[in-house]
């Protein structure tokens, strides 16, 4: 089977004119049945999802608990079945520690580690246990769509959270209302499994091969992405401004249809602003709508500052310049 990752031209175990040879590492095996317990220390009690790649469990950590944490969880991440198939698979694991550790930011996932079952040569990563509801079950609910007050509460955190991955170089690449999950102490995008770093940033480390791979939720991907072409910014701001016109509306904008379809069906040109958003932030929303890369004149930071915008009140637009 083809490998599912493009490797760095220089693989491991090669000698490059005028630097030392990389060491080869031993190969991971990622298929089989997963044990019990990995690494002598996370015990698996039950399946919590199944993504495009990755599967995610409820692990207790034994050593946490050794030790009398009160709340010794993790969520555990290793891939599935089928993508545990390709040779290198594990780089593929080790490519969304690599990028998500470099995060740090309150309304995104934090990752521990990334480790390697010596008996089993099972390749799997750990994470913060993350508990409520996705945005999917949110929107599916208020088919109304947010009030505006409810709608900044979740659009605000959420451009934080992508505007600071974008800062440091964080390609998402997956962004959809079931990777966003609202806990008690705030909401976090998750699930950088098929992100990438911008070009330059880490240039040794593995990246996804897209002509072997298209795992991403093709409703929220941009037409760019469809076609075939690279993952940049643009493509994330497509993904999250589907993501808000959906909360602000209580629908998708093009009919869950796919940017392709909708492009050819020229929805772009019916789309109209929800009701419950207001005026000054419909235009930079309905450019980050935009079905080509090029009309999307807008950024992350722009969508930001218009749903921070804190209307004046009647009493202050009456009284402010009062006394």
Request: charged residues 20%.
């Amino acid at each position: 089977m083809d490998s599912a990752v493009d490797t760095p031209a220089s693989p491991a175990g090669t000698q490059v004119a005028g630097k030392p040879a990389k060491p080869t590492l031993p190969a991971v095996r990622q298929g089989g049945e997963l044990p019990t317990v990995l690494s002598n220390r996370y015990r698996i009690e039950r399946l919590l999802g199944v993504g495009g790649m990755g599967a995610v469990y409820r692990a207790r950590d034994l050593l946490r608990e050794q030790y009398g944490d009160p709340d010794p969880y993790v969520a555990l991440k290793t891939l599935n079945e089928e993508f545990a198939e390709y040779p290198d698979a594990n780089a593929l694991l080790y490519s969304e520690f690599a990028l998500t550790s470099r995060l740090r930011h309150s309304n995104v996932i934090r990752f521990y580690a990334f480790n390697v079952d010596r008996v089993s040569q099972r390749a799997f990563m750990t994470m913060e246990m993350l508990k409520g509801p996705t945005l999917d079950q949110l929107i599916s609910e208020r088919t109304e769509g947010l009030n505006w007050h409810e709608l900044q509460q979740i659009a605000i955190p959420l451009l934080e959270a992508l505007h600071a991955s974008h800062s440091v170089g964080v390609l998402h690449g997956d962004i959809k209302p079931s990777n966003v999950i609202l806990t008690a102490d705030g909401l976090r995008l998750f699930d950088y499994g098929l992100g990438q770093p911008v070009q330059g940033l880490l240039p040794g480390l593995p990246r996804l091969s897209r002509k072997r791979i298209a795992a991403w939720t093709p409703r929220y991907a941009a037409l760019e992405l469809l076609e075939g072409g690279p993952l940049t910014e643009a493509a994330d701001l497509y993904a999250v401004a589907v993501i808000l016109y959906e909360l602000s509306s209580g629908h998708h904008p093009y009919s869950r249809l796919t940017a392709k379809q909708a492009k050819c069906m020229d929805q772009g040109g019916t789309l109209n602003k929800p009701e419950n958003l207001p005026s000054n932030c419909w235009p930079a929303l309905k450019a980050a709508l935009a079905f080509d890369e090029e009309q999307r004149n807008t950024t992350v930071a722009q969508l930001l500052a218009c749903f921070s915008f804190k209307p004046t009140s009647l009493l202050q637009r009456l009284f402010g310049h009062a006394g």
